[in-house]
């Protein structure tokens, strides 16, 4: 099973950048489809943005244009750039890691937008 740690989330300001990592270990981290996720209070969660083992991305539609998700198997970490934030993009994000019937989640780093 693998483990995911996130980090990076903190306040910022709306307009602002952040950038969250994912570390993995425990298992093989290039046969993950890692992905990002988010939960504001009183909703469910939602995807953000995926990463499949070769590179190919796809990402919510709220997103799209102001954040970018990428991998560095390398460093067996998973980012989430994160640019031009808006206070409605306040909510918990969560690493996720997905391969067959493996369904793995980080602890989740907060992330308020806010003046």
């Known amino acids: 099973q693998v483990q995911l740690v996130e980090s990076g989330g903190g306040l910022v300001q709306p307009g602002g950048s952040l950038r969250l990592s994912c570390a993995a270990s425990?298992?093989?981290?290039?046969?993950?489809?890692m992905g990002w996720y988010r939960q504001a209070p009183g909703n469910q969660r939602e995807l953000v943005a995926a990463i499949t083992p070769g590179g190919s991305t796809n990402y919510a539609d709220f997103v799209k244009g102001r954040f970018t998700i990428s991998r560095d198997h390398a460093k067996n970490t998973v980012y989430l750039q994160m640019n031009s934030l808006k206070p409605e993009d306040t909510a918990v994000y969560y690493c996720?890691?997905?391969?067959?019937?493996?369904?793995?989640w980080g602890q989740g780093t907060q992330v308020p937008v806010s003046s």
């Open positions: 425990g298992s093989i981290f290039s046969i993950y489809v």
């Open positions: 996720n890691a997905r391969r067959l019937t493996i369904n793995s």
